[in-house]
């Protein structure tokens, strides 16, 4: 088992940038894929970004390609999530995510979940 403990939200006005961080508990946290998802108010959980175990692989929501970019560490048990060029419509939660298996971008796959970190972007 992994918990999940994102960090890094917070207000930014629009055009500005954020990093967060997903710090993960437990010896095997290389053995996991591990995603970022967002949900914003009233609408349901969305896909972000993955990266593969070893970080070797990515993939991105088309929404946010060009503006976002998901790195791990695997020594210091962390994945991160660098938005850059931040609009209004990427106020939301953040929530990274863990799974068994390979590179997926459905929220269902995941196994493993933080509690989020809160985005705001001001217009």
């Known amino acids: 088992q992994v918990q999940l403990v994102e960090s890094g939200g917070g207000l930014v006005q629009a055009g500005g940038s954020l990093r967060l961080s997903c710090a993960a508990s437990?010896?095997?946290?290389?053995?996991?894929?591990m995603g970022w998802f967002r949900q914003a108010p009233g609408k349901e959980r969305e896909f972000v970004a993955a990266?593969?175990?070893?970080?070797?692989?990515?993939t991105y929501a088309n929404s946010l390609k060009g503006r976002c970019k998901i790195s791990r560490d695997n020594d210091k048990n962390t994945v991160y999530l660098q938005m850059n060029s931040l609009k209004p419509e990427d106020t939301a939660v953040y929530f990274c995510a863990a799974r068994w298996g390979p590179l997926n971008d459905y929220a269902s796959t995941y196994n493993y979940w933080g509690q989020g970190t809160h985005v705001t972007v001001s217009s």
């Open positions: 437990g010896r095997t946290f290389s053995s996991y894929t």
């Open positions: 990266i593969s175990r070893s970080g070797d692989s990515t």
